[in-house]
């Protein structure tokens, strides 16, 4: 997702600071210049977190690190989808959050390489449609009509669900698309 990991730095220098961009050599492909951009990014209620962005020009390898700066508690995030403006929230999705859609009995675990990344309730279906298919795959398991449902919703964007991301960290945040407003919980566990 390319375009989305573009957006995270852009999103959070607006809201944020940037702290500082310097470029090295890149330690993937040895030649390239790496691009390192630092943000403080003030997550609502939270408290500061640090946005570490690393991207070289000739390899491509890029990647987006989120470090809370203060060490915060577990958060739980209730996102309300009501309406199809609602399905642009942009979701900042740290990697020790589970995402859990009640409605679709829809439960991610976070992965163990997982990276902090930006995305929107679509963005956030279209993760789970991905990761049905690799369960397809894994377990040698047809879920069409769950693959049916999910691609309507996405097309549709009709559909009234929660989404829920439960966060060990609390580094997670969802910010509604300006105009919109959706119904947004925290609640500290
Ligand atoms: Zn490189």
């Not at 009501?82 to 439960?107: C, N, Q, T």
């Not at 964007?157 to 925290?186: F, H, N, W, Y």
Request: aromatic share 6%.
């Amino acid at each position: 997702m390319p375009e989305e990991e573009g957006t995270l730095v852009e999103i959070a220098t607006y809201f944020g600071r940037k702290l500082g961009e310097y470029k090295t050599t890149c330690p993937v492909c040895e030649r390239g210049e790496f691009l390192v951009t630092e943000v403080e990014y003030e997550v609502p209620a939270l408290g500061p977190v640090l946005i570490v962005s690393k991207r070289c020009v000739t390899c491509g390898y890029r990647r987006n690190d989120m470090i809370p700066l203060r060490s915060s508690r577990r958060t739980r995030i209730y996102l309300r989808v009501e309406r199809p403006e609602d399905y642009r929230a942009k979701v900042f999705r740290s990697p020790f959050a589970r995402v859990i859609i009640p409605e679709l009995g829809l439960d991610l675990k976070p992965g163990a390489a997982a990276e902090m990344f930006v995305t929107n309730v679509e963005g956030i279906l279209r993760m789970f449609l991905e990761a049905v298919e690799k369960y397809e795959v894994l377990e040698g398991v047809s879920l069409e009509r769950l693959k049916e449902h999910l691609t309507s919703i996405i097309e549709n964007q009709v559909r009234s669900l929660t989404v829920v991301i439960d966060d060990s960290e609390g580094a997670s945040v969802c910010v509604p698309e300006p105009g919109s407003k959706p119904m947004i919980v925290v609640e500290t566990v």
